[in-house]
């Protein structure tokens, strides 16, 4: 008898579940898209970490100099050997600029035509052409080391990674999934959390590459990076593991072409209501100008610490670059929970704005190891606000139009990489001579105009509460509403006899 209860509960199961769509299948998954973001945060460090020592390496036999004399050099008080030194750090400096431009701008048409078309032609589609696209840069990487080919063969690889959309794009189709998946009152935290994933995995990434380049070689860590995205490729591929949460079948064909992705994207800046299209703007320009400092900062991060004083050597390149992620995961989730118990979004934003303004000033006056880690704790906020932004637009934009808000977003991002890029670089690789930490003095000025966009967005949009709060009283049964009405609900509806007491 127990037994046949047991069957008949299995197949009760089963047949809810096959009734299921595939999108309410993967709303009640824990686990999507964090596998996805895991093993490709590996392959996307890696390139970062190992692209200056590579360079450097390579730069520096052109000088007659190997690694090991480079560091001697370095804590070498000797005229000579650091007019040297500055001629090799500026020389890298300008390449990891070169690099950097040459994959960021194929990314800003690439990543706004594919994340558009993925409305339409489904999420897997941002994940696994990015994943390709590293797959052939690393392939391109590992053979320019070991067969030792000329530094622009490098390009290739770049190029190839930009057409393909890049992280940026990967981490849209991610964070589309997401909202896909899961109601207003999660989606922050669960965006949160990938972004977690992202700069906690990264740091631990940092540390292991940092070891294997000083103990084994460059090529090792790019072996590993493949690996994992073929691994990730493996993921998305095999059937039921990351289940697509559009559905194309019920999508006519004429709508899956570039002219309705276009349409698509003319309509999300055309559309007016309540101000959102000024509002979603406005947040997407915080994010560029963020996304730019914070960039900024981690291309030249690696390069300034291998100079003068710091003299990093590779393990304490990625130990130190390890911290500072480490240090921004838990302060992102950490942040973004126990911030929101007293404040709003827009407040937490702004501590986020002023956690990056105290990392910048720290990093421009420290002299020793010891107070790049302090300017990493200092700073551990300083990407609080990026999830909270991605959330808020996922709120006001239609669901129809979650693929073309984050290729906006994914678009935005690699503008504002390409910017930072060469920026960041260009203004180091002209003030190593004199005034090293120069680029991040000008980077703590970025800091009025992300801050001074949270200032117009809290004067005209302050009753979104209001709205959400009007919004939760029409979802709630009858009975539970009680008899009264909060002020600012009131305020919001403009007319509070229509409400049924």
């Not at 050099?73 to 390449?95: F, P, R, V």
């Not at 940092?210 to 691994?231: C, F, H, K």
């Not at 126990?338 to 990392?359: D, H, K, N, T």
């Not at 994914?410 to 005034?435: M, R």
Request: aromatic content about 10%.
């Amino acid at each position: 008898m127990a037994n046949a209860e047991v069957e008949l509960q299995q197949c009760s199961v089963e047949t809810s579940s096959a009734g299921l769509s595939n999108r309410e299948r993967a709303q009640r998954r824990w686990v999507t898209v964090e596998p996805v973001v895991s093993l490709a945060v590996i392959g996307f460090m890696t390139i970062g970490l190992i692209r200056p020592f590579f360079l450097k390496k390579r730069i520096g036999e052109s000088y007659n100099v190997t690694v090991d004399d480079e560091f001697s050099n370095c804590n070498s008080n000797d005229t000579g050997d650091k007019a040297m030194q500055d001629g090799i750090q500026a020389e890298a400096s300008l390449w990891i600029m070169y690099l950097n431009v040459s994959s960021s701008i194929p990314v800003i048409i690439s990543s706004v035509i594919m994340g558009t078309l993925s409305d339409r032609l489904g999420r897997k589609m941002c994940i696994v052409i990015p994943i390709f696209g590293y797959i052939c840069q690393e392939v391109v990487y590992l053979a320019t080391i070991y067969f030792e080919l000329p530094l622009p063969v490098l390009f290739v690889g770049d190029i190839l990674q930009g057409m393909a959309g890049g992280f940026g794009l990967l981490f849209a189709g991610c964070t589309s999934y997401i909202t896909d998946i899961t109601s207003e009152k999660k989606r922050t935290l669960r965006i949160a959390f990938i972004e977690m994933l992202l700069l906690l995995l990264g740091g631990f990434v940092q540390v292991g590459v940092g070891y294997m380049v000083r103990d084994i070689s460059t090529e090792v860590p790019l072996l590993m990076a493949l690996g994992a995205n073929v691994l990730c490729l493996i993921y998305v591929a095999i059937p039921g593991l990351l289940i697509e949460t559009v559905d194309r079948k019920n999508i006519p064909e004429h709508r899956k072409g570039l002219k309705a992705a276009g349409r698509s994207m003319v309509k999300l800046l055309k559309f007016n209501e309540n101000g959102r299209r000024w509002q979603m703007l406005l947040l997407d320009f915080f994010l560029f100008f963020v996304i730019i400092n914070i960039n900024g900062t981690m291309s030249i991060f690696i390069l300034y610490g291998t100079a003068k004083p710091l003299c990093w050597s590779p393990v304490d390149a990625g130990l130190a670059g390890s911290f500072g992620f480490l240090t921004a995961s838990i302060g992102m989730v950490v942040g973004t929970k126990l911030f929101a118990l007293c404040v709003g979004e827009y407040w937490i934003m702004q501590i986020s704005c002023l956690s990056l303004l105290a990392f910048n000033i720290m990093m421009g006056v420290t002299q020793t190891t010891w107070l790049v880690y302090a300017a990493n704790l200092i700073g551990a906020f300083r990407a609080t606000s990026m999830p909270i932004a991605r959330s808020i637009i996922s709120r006001i934009v239609d669901s129809t139009e979650i693929g073309a808000a984050f290729a906006l977003v994914a678009c935005i991002d690699s503008v504002a990489g390409f910017i930072a890029s060469a920026v960041g670089p260009s203004i180091y690789a002209a003030t190593v001579k004199y005034l090293p930490p120069a680029v991040f003095f000008v980077y703590s000025g970025f800091y009025v105009i992300p801050a001074g966009i949270i200032v117009v967005l809290q004067l005209l949009w302050p009753r979104r509460e209001a709205k959400d709060k009007y919004q939760q009283f029409e979802d709630e049964p009858e009975e539970s509403k009680g008899y009264e009405v909060n002020a600012d609900i009131k305020e919001y509806i403009g007319k509070p006899e229509s409400i049924e007491s």
